[in-house]
């Protein structure tokens, strides 16, 4: 029982000297860990994320004539994958064809009704016309004979003839009825003609129209490049399922992948520092270890809202100076704009610094012990801090406060 109780203390001593020396260690850690205050050009930069897009590019239409045949949104019905590298007159996309195969039936329907009536009057309109004609020979040859009448009666009674004399003038007036009577049927028949053919010629456009339509509702390439899906107005990629609709009818894109921009959104405190023609470092979440320059060619003047915050953003766009092929629209860029240089100045780590009081100080190393050195800051950026007064170049200062650092006295500025 006694041996067991020795090993339990002697368990519970070595953990307290692993303990002791770990923090032990912490400690010193803590108060060895000096840098060095460097001087130089000091860069303030603002850093945002962005998103690589090509700076030009030439967009894959769909059908040009929606519009004409009255269908003003279409579905993606198949497309080839996002990023597939295409050569000129290859397969890109095809839309839906149900809406437009209903209409080209139903003006198929049209056109066949249409071209029976067409038949159907022509038919009826030769056979009014051949009656007619046939009537006017026979009113014509009933005046000859009325005529010939007339001619025989010159030695028969007077009565007889004006007889012959009013026969011979019935004849000619039915004969001239009937002239006008065939010139207004011949007039009638070609204006109803006229009508049925205009709608069955304007069927007949219709239809061609709707057959050209059609064609083109299989998409394919303009030129060689990389197929890039369209985004909607949310950011989301038009695929398989999504609507092209009359007045903008792009489908998808292809992109010049010569020249790459980067499209990211400054918050509203900080655009301010933005101005075009500054300078920016450029690194791709993708590829960490490449590295690129840039410069900001764009900022937008009037800001908008982020969607599902109350903050706005203004749009910036940054070319890409360098050029290569592992470049893809959509990647995740880390932009650091550089807003301002300022030249030949102090400056040190911002965990460096720190603010009591409205007293701002660090910790220096001064002769082998620790002193709390008020100073005076400037400008900052994410990472360092400029030191106007209060130290010199050869100095070293604490990254982290050192131990006991509440007793070390303020040395306050001249």
């Not at 060095?36 to 967009?59: H, M, P, Y």
């Not at 009638?188 to 083109?216: C, H, P, W």
Request: overall charge positive.
């Amino acid at each position: 029982m006694k041996k067991k109780k020795w090993m339990i203390i002697g368990i519970a001593a070595i953990v307290l000297v692993v303990v002791w020396y770990f923090a032990g260690r912490s400690d010193k850690g803590n108060e060895t860990v000096l840098v060095g205050v460097k001087k130089g050009n000091f860069d303030i930069n603002v850093t945002t994320t962005g998103e690589l897009d090509a700076k030009s590019s030439q967009e894959i239409y769909g059908p040009e004539g929606l519009r004409t045949i009255g269908i003003w949104q279409v579905k993606i019905s198949e497309i080839i994958p996002d990023g597939t590298v295409v050569d000129s007159g290859d397969f890109v996309a095809t839309l839906d064809r149900t809406e437009i195969s209903n209409r080209i039936k139903d003006v198929q329907t049209e056109l066949e009704k249409l071209e029976s009536q067409l038949t159907r009057t022509r038919l009826d309109t030769t056979l009014e016309l051949r009656s007619a004609r046939d009537e006017l020979i026979n009113l014509k040859f009933g005046m000859e004979e009325r005529q010939i009448t007339l001619d025989q009666s010159k030695y028969e009674p007077p009565a007889s003839i004006r007889q012959a004399e009013i026969d011979l003038q019935k004849a000619q007036r039915n004969y001239e009825q009937a002239v006008q009577n065939y010139k207004l049927k011949h007039s009638k028949a070609k204006a109803t003609m006229g009508e049925i053919t205009a709608s069955y010629d304007q069927s007949k456009r219709k239809f061609d129209n709707l057959m050209t339509v059609l064609n083109d509702f299989t998409i394919k390439a303009p030129k060689a490049g990389m197929v890039i899906y369209k985004r909607d107005w949310d950011g989301k990629k038009q695929g398989v399922g999504a609507t092209v609709n009359a007045w903008s009818n792009v489908v998808a894109t292809l992109p010049n992948l010569s020249k790459m921009i980067s499209k990211t959104y400054i918050n509203e405190i900080d655009i301010s520092k933005v101005k075009v023609g500054q300078k920016v470092r450029i690194g791709v979440d993708a590829f960490p270890e490449k590295k690129f320059t840039g410069e900001v060619k764009e900022v937008a003047n009037i800001g908008e809202q982020m969607r599902g915050s109350n903050a706005k953003v203004f749009e910036v766009k940054i070319l890409v100076n360098e050029f290569d092929s592992i470049l893809r629209p959509a990647m995740t860029t880390k932009n650091t704009i550089i807003t301002a240089v300022i030249p030949n100045v102090l400056f040190v780590p911002i965990e460096c610094v720190h603010t009591s009081d409205s007293i701002t100080f660090v910790y220096k190393s001064s002769g082998g012990s620790v002193v709390k050195q008020q100073v005076k800051a400037g400008a900052s950026n994410e990472n360092e801090i400029i030191i106007t007064n209060g130290l010199d170049e050869k100095d070293k200062v604490f990254l982290l406060p050192p131990e006991k650092a509440d007793k070390i006295k303020l040395v306050k500025l001249p």
